[in-house]
């Protein structure tokens, strides 16, 4: 039976039986009824937080798979990277040194291959940031692996003519002088005999009698025999590979332009043609159309003591001829 409810009259002090009209049961009904879907409601994100689905339990797992396996991949490629830089460095520093190759520019190595446009897409996807890096590094990588692979193609073909190669660079003194006793002056800045300012010395000059032999100091083609301005007569031999070589003030030449010679032929005699104070040689080595130092190509011809006393009588500034 549904339980009465009773309250005390203020006026008449009786009890009195409670009569609840239809605005009040309205009123309990709502209460109740709002009650109960806030309860439920605040039930629903609980349950939606803290206990997902089985659907969303599988996708979760799923997703942290992929994650650890992007996770893995990029790490491995961390270590690509590591040694694709390691290989770069032997490349330059190393092989393509030996052979005389000039090292692969930083930017051609690293040169992007995809608009940042193109990552800028990919940092809006499912996993940005981890997605745009890894496809950042593999493109660079896969960019750095085919500019690697071109070089060692280009090493390749330069190691088949690498004997060819070291048979015409020069290599030994351009006058008998075992005994260094004809070093006169070295390359750098030096005095010069005849105007007495200092100027550039592009060679080395060898000191040496009129009619002395002078010898081709690697295997070439002549190119230019003949008179230079300052030089006299002057023979230069191109060796192929960027190398030249020139000989200068000679008392007389004797090879032609076209005609090909090998390390140590004689190609001329020492003379005082030119700008020259007295009887030698002036040797100059070029590569790719520039002077460089010619004591470093003599390594068939001295031992490292005999290459050391070459430097030191280079260096001597007050013995120059020309």
């Given at each position: 039976m549904k339980k009465k409810q009773y309250h005390i009259n203020p006026v008449t002090l009786a009890i009195e039986h409670v009569e609840h009209d239809i605005h009040y049961w309205l009123r309990r009904s709502g209460f109740y009824l709002l009650g109960g879907v806030c309860l439920g409601v605040i039930f629903f994100f609980l349950f939606y937080h803290f206990f997902p689905s089985p659907r969303e339990r599988q996708l979760i797992n799923q997703k942290n798979q992929l994650e650890a396996q992007m996770q893995l991949i990029d790490n491995r490629v961390d270590q690509m990277q590591v040694v694709m830089a390691d290989l770069s460095q032997r490349d330059d520093n190393l092989y393509r040194v030996l052979f005389g190759a000039e090292p692969i520019p930083v930017g051609v190595r690293q040169g992007a291959t995809q608009k940042m446009d193109y990552y800028d897409e990919l940092s809006k996807m499912t996993n940005s940031q981890l997605a745009a890096n890894l496809t950042l590094k593999t493109d660079i990588l896969e960019k750095e692996l085919?500019?690697?692979?071109?070089?060692?193609?280009?090493?390749?073909?330069?190691?088949?003519?690498?004997?060819?190669?070291?048979?015409?660079?020069?290599?030994?003194?351009?006058?008998?002088?075992?005994?260094?006793?004809?070093?006169?002056?070295?390359?750098g800045w030096r005095v010069d005999p005849v105007y007495h300012v200092r100027r550039f010395?592009?060679?080395?000059?060898?000191?040496?009698?009129?009619?002395?032999?002078?010898?081709?100091?690697?295997?070439?083609?002549?190119?230019?025999?003949?008179?230079?301005?300052?030089?006299?007569?002057?023979?230069?031999?191109?060796?192929?590979?960027?190398?030249?070589?020139?000989?200068?003030?000679?008392?007389?030449?004797?090879?032609?332009?076209?005609?090909?010679v090998k390390r140590?032929?004689?190609?001329?005699?020492?003379?005082?043609?030119?700008?020259?104070?007295?009887?030698?040689?002036?040797?100059?080595?070029?590569?790719?159309?520039?002077?460089?130092?010619?004591?470093?190509?003599?390594?068939?011809?001295?031992?490292?003591?005999?290459?050391?006393?070459?430097?030191?009588?280079?260096?001597?500034?007050g013995h120059m001829l020309d």
């Amino acid at each position: 039976m549904k339980k009465k409810q009773y309250h005390i009259n203020p006026v008449t002090l009786a009890i009195e039986h409670v009569e609840h009209d239809i605005h009040y049961w309205l009123r309990r009904s709502g209460f109740y009824l709002l009650g109960g879907v806030c309860l439920g409601v605040i039930f629903f994100f609980l349950f939606y937080h803290f206990f997902p689905s089985p659907r969303e339990r599988q996708l979760i797992n799923q997703k942290n798979q992929l994650e650890a396996q992007m996770q893995l991949i990029d790490n491995r490629v961390d270590q690509m990277q590591v040694v694709m830089a390691d290989l770069s460095q032997r490349d330059d520093n190393l092989y393509r040194v030996l052979f005389g190759a000039e090292p692969i520019p930083v930017g051609v190595r690293q040169g992007a291959t995809q608009k940042m446009d193109y990552y800028d897409e990919l940092s809006k996807m499912t996993n940005s940031q981890l997605a745009a890096n890894l496809t950042l590094k593999t493109d660079i990588l896969e960019k750095e692996l085919y500019v690697q692979a071109k070089s060692y193609d280009e090493i390749m073909e330069m190691a088949k003519t690498q004997e060819i190669r070291m048979e015409n660079i020069p290599a030994i003194q351009p006058v008998l002088n075992k005994d260094l006793t004809r070093v006169a002056s070295g390359y750098g800045w030096r005095v010069d005999p005849v105007y007495h300012v200092r100027r550039f010395h592009e060679g080395m000059d060898f000191t040496a009698p009129k009619g002395t032999d002078v010898y081709a100091t690697g295997n070439g083609k002549v190119v230019f025999v003949g008179h230079k301005q300052g030089y006299g007569n002057t023979v230069i031999v191109d060796h192929g590979f960027g190398y030249q070589t020139l000989y200068a003030h000679l008392f007389k030449s004797l090879c032609r332009v076209g005609q090909k010679v090998k390390r140590a032929d004689v190609i001329a005699l020492v003379g005082n043609t030119g700008k020259s104070t007295g009887p030698h040689l002036h040797y100059e080595v070029h590569y790719n159309g520039k002077a460089i130092d010619p004591r470093n190509y003599y390594f068939y011809d001295l031992t490292p003591e005999e290459y050391d006393k070459m430097v030191q009588l280079s260096n001597n500034f007050g013995h120059m001829l020309d």
